[in-house]
Structure formats: structure tokens, C-alpha cells
């Protein structure tokens, strides 16, 4: 599976973006997706996982009520809607696949596959 991240970009505080994520192959329903964001000079952190069909989602604390995952699995595309941006959640947004739903929040650059980042900027 090869991933293919978009839809960053500069946006003011309070405001929404939603990156997108799209995946090459025709095996894209029987993975589990991730989204993961690094903020400059911070390690890499979990922000959201959804199951293969889309019926299951879970997030990290820190986003819950502000951020949500989802899928088309006809266009294999998988997005992260994320609404009243704040500066501090500026950070590369990467997408991530992997074929264990649960094994999402604690996968390393070693496992699953990984798309190459897209750039999210809050001003404030």
C-alpha cells in the first residue's frame, strides 16, 4: 500500500482543515487507518485510528470533540476533519496503514506503511 497525504496548509486559528489521505492498491478496505502528526522538534504522536470498514474510530485524548477520522473506501481515501485549530497543533500530518486496528496508537516508522506528511500551520 502506498500513501499519498494532502490538504494541508496555512489556516487561522478557530478555523478548519481537513487533510486527506490516499491510498494506491486494491487492498486499501482491509487496512486500518492512523493519522499521526510531529510538531517541530517533538516526537511523533498518535491523533486518530479508524477500523477497515469504518465502523470502529478511537482517538488520543487531546483530540476528541475537535478532530475526526474517516473513510471512502470506493475512492480509498481516508481523512482527518479537524476543527477550532489552535498553534499549537501546527505539526507534519502523516497517514498511516495497518492491517491490526489496535496496533494503530503504538505503531513505529518499522510497521504498517506510511505516507509522506503534509503540513499543517495555525496562525494565531
Known amino acids: 500500500v502506498q500513501l499519498q497525504a494532502s490538504g494541508g496548509g496555512l489556516v487561522q486559528a478557530g478555523g478548519s482543515l481537513r487533510p486527506s489521505c490516499a491510498a494506491s492498491?486494491?487492498?486499501?478496505?482491509?487496512?486500518?487507518m492512523g493519522w499521526f502528526r510531529q510538531p517541530s522538534g517533538k516526537e511523533r504522536e498518535f491523533v486518530a485510528a479508524?477500523?477497515?470498514?469504518?465502523?470502529?474510530?478511537y482517538y488520543a485524548d487531546s483530540f476528541k470533540g475537535r478532530f475526526t477520522i474517516s473513510r471512502n473506501n470506493a475512492k480509498n481515501t481516508v481523512y482527518l476533519q479537524m476543527n477550532s485549530l489552535k498553534p499549537e497543533d501546527t505539526a507534519v500530518y502523516y497517514c498511516?496503514?495497518?492491517?491490526?486496528?489496535?496496533?494503530?496508537?503504538?505503531?513505529?516508522?518499522?510497521?504498517?506503511?506510511w505516507g509522506q506528511g503534509t503540513l499543517v500551520t495555525v496562525s494565531s
Open positions: 498511516a496503514a495497518n492491517v491490526d486496528f489496535r496496533s494503530i496508537p503504538t505503531m513505529t516508522s518499522e510497521r504498517g506503511y
Open positions: 492498491g486494491h487492498t486499501f478496505s482491509t487496512y486500518a
Open positions: 479508524i477500523s477497515w470498514g469504518g465502523k470502529s474510530t
